[in-house]
């Protein structure tokens, strides 16, 4: 079995300087992006970039080696406040931009992100961890999303409606929902952003971003980027600090009219029910337990290559990752022993270095929980085939792991493990596949590997899930819906879709219209 590269669909090319230094040191890393004046370490409130007025800061650290790659401000309360008021202020007016106008601003974001996609890249490894060739994977898709809704900025159609009275007409306009707060998580530090920034000011509304602590230096590189490409001081705010005093402040706003997040479900939970009070619009992308479920009649290469990708790319950090591999009797030791054996292949290291496909883990409490769900696994009768152990290299590498005889009950196949960790479970038919899969509060991603059309359709459609890939492990495009049923979330980002989250349907009646046309 061939070394699987990792990397997300649309992979950039890297310019020829780039391709021959694919290994860099990370001090020649951050000087490139210092150099690019993409290092950004302040927050973005009205256009100005700001100290916390406390002069607070908080290290953001390289998960490879635990050097500290620079300090950043870390704000509260008043700097949201501030942050919050400054979109306020400029809604009005960029809200009545015209639509050629506010896609012309983000066609030209979009081309700055692509010009500056190796400094992107670096700072997400640098901060995040992930090979760079993922990174530059994650720069493609986070970009594309500016790039699609900078199009869609010109599409937003209103109706008219046939009326009920013959002096009336009917109208519905579409109009944006105003200051738009947005949270996001670190484990896509760009994609996260642009899902939730693009739509919303294609549409007319203005953000306040807060990126996650430990990510904040391309959320920030990012809005540097759309000053330089003309989108107006106030529109695209970014404050980093104390998530709950600044996710309070967005939540007890009046002037926030909708929250956008994407974490943990626990956090989105408590977003929820405090939007209650000023009645919000929210959207959630939560987490997920995804089914990758693998039945006789798979083609076993497609099937261990699909797997892979879902299973083990951003190191098994990502919402729509494979978290439980059901496996048919018929395949299950076939599919074990080559799954293990291109498991294997994959190379563990900073992500900086040619050739690797696994970075660390973001966090000690990230390898931490990955230790208890092999533990609890281990002790309830599953089996280690593969790795099982923190990683040589130390800091938070993780050994690759693959988990055979997991049933249902252990904790790995009850709750997202967020790690380097592919737990297989054996099943009979496809009823008990359909069951196993949808028994859980999740309902993100799922995959299939089968070569039955009907099986495919009937399986498909009795997934509770938000997104089905058939035979193919990495699925997320900007073009395509994405979000979840049950507690993985309520709405939906990227498409047609994804905008209509950021827009308020307003009805008009226009009446009396009969002395008008007798004239
Ligand atoms: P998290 O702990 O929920 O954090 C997400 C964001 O919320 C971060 O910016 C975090 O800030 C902030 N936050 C934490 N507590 C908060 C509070 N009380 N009020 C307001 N904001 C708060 O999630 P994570 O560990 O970063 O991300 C991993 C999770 O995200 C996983 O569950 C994954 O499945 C999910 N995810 C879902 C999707 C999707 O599209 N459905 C995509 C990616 C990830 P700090 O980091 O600064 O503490």
Not at 187 to 209: Q, S
Not at 430 to 439: K, M, Q, S, T
Not at 471 to 498: D, H, M
Request: charged share 20%.
């Amino acid at each position: 079995m061939h070394r699987v590269a990792l990397v997300a669909r649309h992979v950039l090319t890297p310019s020829l300087f780039f391709r021959r230094q694919m290994s860099m040191e990370p001090g020649a890393a951050i000087n490139r992006v210092r150099e690019s004046g993409l290092l950004k370490t302040q927050g973005l409130i009205g256009g100005k970039w700001i100290d916390a007025y406390d002069g607070k800061t908080i290290e953001v650290q390289n998960p490879a080696t635990g050097d500290i790659v620079t300090s950043v401000a870390y704000m509260g309360k008043k700097e949201t406040t501030d942050a919050i008021s400054s979109a306020y202020n400029t809604f009005n007016s960029w809200s009545k931009h015209t639509a050629s106008e506010r896609s012309k601003c983000l066609r030209k974001w979009y081309d700055l992100m692509i010009s500056h996609k190796e400094e992107l890249a670096l700072l997400m490894t640098l901060e995040q961890g992930k090979p760079l060739k993922e990174a530059l994977g994650e720069v493609a898709y986070g970009a594309g999303f500016i790039e699609f809704f900078a199009e869609e900025a010109k599409r937003i159609y209103g109706d008219i409606i046939p009326a009920t009275l013959a002096d009336r007409r009917l109208f519905v306009l579409k109009q944006p929902v105003g200051v738009v707060g947005a949270i996001t998580p670190w484990n896509f530090p760009l994609a996260m952003i642009t899902r939730k920034v693009g739509p919303a000011l294609a549409c007319g509304c203005t953000v306040v971003v807060k990126p996650s602590e430990y990510t904040p230096l391309t959320a920030l590189a990012a809005a540097e980027l759309s000053l330089q490409a003309g989108i107006p001081p106030g529109v695209l705010n970014v404050v980093v600090g104390n998530a709950s005093d600044i996710g309070d402040t967005l939540l007890q706003s009046t002037k926030v009219r909708k929250i956008t997040f994407t974490g943990s479900t626990a956090v989105g939970k408590k977003l929820l029910a405090g939007s209650a009070n000023t009645v919000k619009r929210i959207s959630l992308e939560l987490g997920g337990n995804a089914p990758c479920i693998v039945f006789d009649d798979a083609d076993l290469d497609v099937a261990v290559k699909g797997a892979l990708a879902a299973k083990f790319r951003n190191s098994g950090q990502t919402c729509v990752c494979a978290n439980r591999i059901l496996v048919q009797e018929g395949i299950y030791e076939k599919f074990a022993n080559a799954f293990a054996k291109a498991v294997q292949n994959l190379h563990v290291g900073n992500g900086l270095v040619e050739g690797i496909a696994q970075g660390p883990l973001i966090n000690e409490a990230a390898v931490e929980k990955v230790e208890k769900f092999i533990k609890d696994a281990t002790s309830k009768g599953a089996n280690v085939i593969l790795g099982g152990r923190r990683h040589s290299l130390g800091m938070t590498f993780y050994e690759p792991t693959v988990l055979g005889n997991v049933n249902d009950e252990m904790l790995v196949s009850r709750e997202e493990v967020f790690g380097p960790v592919a737990p297989l479970l054996r099943f009979k038919t496809e009823e008990d596949a359909i069951h196993i899969a949808n028994d859980t509060n999740a309902g993100l991603a799922a995959y299939i590997f089968t070569t039955s059309i009907p099986r495919s359709w009937r399986v498909t459609e009795a997934l509770e899930y938000g997104l089905v890939g058939v035979n193919e492990g990495l699925i997320s495009t900007e073009v395509a819906p994405f979000g979840g049923f049950k507690q993985s979330g309520l709405g939906r980002e990227g498409s047609k879709y994804g905008i209509d989250e950021y827009l308020e349907l307003k009805y008009v009646c226009l009446g009396n219209m009969k002395e008008a046309y007798t004239k």
